[in-house]
């Protein structure tokens, strides 16, 4: 059993380990006083130092066939089967012989469940979830400090749990203008501090509220630097957020939800997210104080294959006086092509790149040699590396968060950019006929690409900046010049 000196220490002195716990420095002062730390702040010293529960001054001994992994958390009740609810109590519990329900430590009425076991216990809101928990999901996390509305409905969230680095969600609370699908993607969200009340005058609803009528649950009271340094550190985990109406978790059940679940690597979720039918747009950007606005008067008409496009991506194009016809991502070149479009554009999205290019690429690959000219962003950006003869491989945390600065190596300027995406073009493996033209300030990874001899370019981010600065809307404009470029030479 280590001491509370030792612990401290592992948290990176007194003032991190006040941080980790959420706690002031004067009550580490009375940990070392008491030689003993308490019980409620253990989650967040376990999630930060990975420590098993046995090490913590205080824990109690586990049965020797018990892994604290597993333990639920302090004061969490197991339930037998047959049995009546037990009194709140405090010790660790695991489900025995993989089996057993457990009540939540008091406060507690939602848990988050990864796939090694850990369990983080919160407070839930939004929707309530299944016994079975939320469906399985990568877990990771948004550094955005605005837009929580346009990140829980961007469809590149197919298939994650979204952890908010910034405390003050809900604060705007929601409208219908602010959405960029109909329905969300993401399939929960973990918050720092409890949602609160909408201070905004555009604001109709609650956000509580909003997530529930979408089905969307949500929970608070996580120590969500300690969950984002693990994700950091280790990589995205699968995760089950549970959310039940009676309170009652069969932990070894989410565990093992979780822990099946396969995980993005191979999967195509662009299908699911993509429309169904061909459909026209015209709305333009929002302009405070009209709103939005109509494309009257376009210039050259577009093709905007939707692997889980954002509204305003489309409203970007046709902002940039283009008339935008939008298809489903299963939409093969001859039905682009019967549009007759002066440009093709290729959507964001989400899910792995490799699997969606099973039929994304060989479209992309004969558009390509009709010498149409194309423009792809996010995963759009990945299916083009791949039709002009690149791979692509995962990230171990990817990108989130409206604050990703990528240098163009064209004009040589460093922008601030909005990206959400967890796999990369590997541009090492790109041919000698296609060039980079921007990179990733963080890691260096691929954050764009050009053709040199099709009228084709990418970029890995998103320019339609919602939320996120507009740093990048130049690139909607370069691809009205290059459509114009190709009319001229044609």
Known sequence: MRTVEDIIALLGGPEAAARHCGIGTEAVRKWRQTKAIPARHWPAILAATGLPLAELPGAPEPRAETKMSDAPAPDAVPEGEGASRAPEGKGIFRAPEGKGIFRAP????????????????????????????????????????TGYQETLTDPSYAGQIITFTFPHIGNVGANPEDIEAVTPAAR??????????????????????????????????LDTRALTARIRDGGAPNGVLAFPEDGRFDLAALRAAAAAWPGLEGMDLAKEVSCRQAY????????????????????????????????????????????????????????????????V??????????????????????????????????????????????????????????????????????????????????????????????????????????????????????????????????????????????????
Not at 127 to 139: D, K
Not at 203 to 211: E, I, K, N, Q, S
Not at 297 to 312: E, L, Q, S, T
Not at 404 to 412: A, I, R
Request: charged content about 20%; proline content about 7%.
């Open 106 to 145: 008091e406060g507690a009425t939602a848990c988050l469940v990864l796939g090694d076991g850990s369990v983080f216990w919160g407070r839930g809101f939004g929707a309530h979830t299944p016994p079975q928990g939320s469906l399985p999901a990568e877990i990771c996390f948004n550094t955005g400090m």
């Open 188 to 221: 929960g969200l973990i918050v720092k501090q409890d949602v609160t009340e909408p201070a905004n005058y555009r604001a109709t609803r609650h956000l509580d509220d909003w997530l529930k009528s979408h089905g969307v649950p949500g929970i608070a009271g």
């Open 280 to 343: 026209h747009w015209d709305e333009t950007r929002w302009a405070w104080p009209e709103g939005f606005g109509r494309q009257t008067a376009p210039k050259h008409r577009v093709v905007a294959v939707d692997y889980g496009a954002k509204r305003n991506i489309l409203r970007c194009l046709a902002s940039a006086g283009l008339d935008v016809t939008v298809v489903p991502a299963t939409a093969t070149a001859e039905e682009i092509l019967r549009h007759q479009p002066d440009g």
């Open 345 to 490: 554009f290729l959507s964001n999205g989400p899910g792995d790149p490799a699997a969606t290019g099973e039929y994304a690429v060989p479209a992309i690959r004969a558009v390509l040699e009709r010498k149409v000219p194309v423009f792809g962003i996010c995963l759009g950006h990945q299916l083009l590396g791949l039709a002009l003869g690149g791979s692509t491989y995962k990230l171990e945390r990817g990108h989130r968060g409206a604050n990703q600065p990528v240098k163009d190596l064209t004009t040589g300027k460093v922008e601030i950019t909005s990206q959400n995406h967890g796999f990369a073009v590997d541009e090492k493996s790109l041919p000698a006929s296609v060039k980079v033209t921007h990179i990733s300030l963080f890691d260096g990874s691929n954050e764009g690409l050009m053709a040199t001899d099709l009228p084709a370019f990418s970029v890995q981010y998103h320019p339609e900046a919602s939320p996120g600065p507009t740093d990048s809307h130049y690139l909607f404009h370069r691809f009205v010049a290059l459509i114009e470029k190709h009319k001229q030479a044609a």
